[in-house]
């Protein structure tokens, strides 16, 4: 990476158009991580220094270009190859804590919210069986618990 890693817990990412899945599952697991799949290469250049983001792409000649503090070129195809590689560059291992903290679509942290406040926008068998609900501030998409936490988790454990 150029300007090598770095370990702080506050890293952000920008991927660019050819990483939207990468830019998924780094929201999933709980990282900062914006995605425009319009965005050209200056643009992602310059947000990078404005919002103090590494950016994330396969194109070799943005990497050259951008002298950025944070630039990561992707070498591999496959997406857990993908989440290994940015792991080792910042250092860090998957926080069973951090997954599901931030909203798939937006990026926005999620807030936890009052079951009954959302009690009409969730299905009847959802409100009855689950008790913990999360909100985006910012597109209000709610999210709950469920299976799929535990199964992401081991999924992710067992291919990184």
Not at 11 to 17: C, G, H, V
Not at 93 to 108: A, F, M, T
Request: overall charge positive; some cysteine; glycine content about 6%.
């Amino acid at each position: 990476m150029a300007g090598g890693p770095s370990s702080s817990s506050d890293t952000k990412f920008l991927a660019d158009i050819m990483l939207g899945s990468l830019a998924r599952w780094l929201r999933i697991l709980g990282y900062d991580t914006a995605y425009d799949n319009r965005i050209a290469d200056d643009e992602i250049i310059e947000r990078c220094r404005r919002e103090g983001r590494i950016a994330l792409t396969r194109d070799r000649r943005l990497t050259q270009r951008s002298r950025l503090r944070g630039c990561l070129l992707i070498e591999h195809e496959e997406l857990f190859e993908q989440i290994r590689e940015v792991l080792k560059a910042i250092d860090h291992e998957i926080s069973p804590n951090r997954l599901l903290s931030r909203c798939l679509e937006c990026n926005s942290l999620l807030e936890s919210v009052d079951k009954e406040a959302i009690r009409l926008q969730i299905p009847a068998y959802v409100f009855k069986t689950h008790s913990h609900f999360k909100r985006c501030p910012g597109c209000q998409r709610i999210y709950w618990g469920g299976t799929h936490r535990r199964n992401i988790y081991q999924r992710l454990k067992t291919r990184l």
